[in-house]
């Protein structure tokens, strides 16, 4: 994990006052387990999965760029 900082080093801090830790997990098997157990820890306010929100998503890679959509949509 990693504090976001702002481009002078010092740390960024939203509207709410609070940090911003950036991690990195690679792919997510059970992404709603990991959600839960996020929320479930103290001292984090939210996570970014965004979990049953969004209906397409890009997806910018090496080989280029791919479009998905939900399924049953």
Known sequence: MKLRQLAGGEPFVT???NRILDA???PIEEPASLAAKLVA????????????LATDVVVAGPGGVRFLERAGR
């Open 15 to 17: 509207d709410q006052g």
């Open 41 to 52: 820890r103290a001292g984090i306010v939210e996570h970014g999965l965004f979990l049953g």
């Open 24 to 26: 990195r997990f690679g």
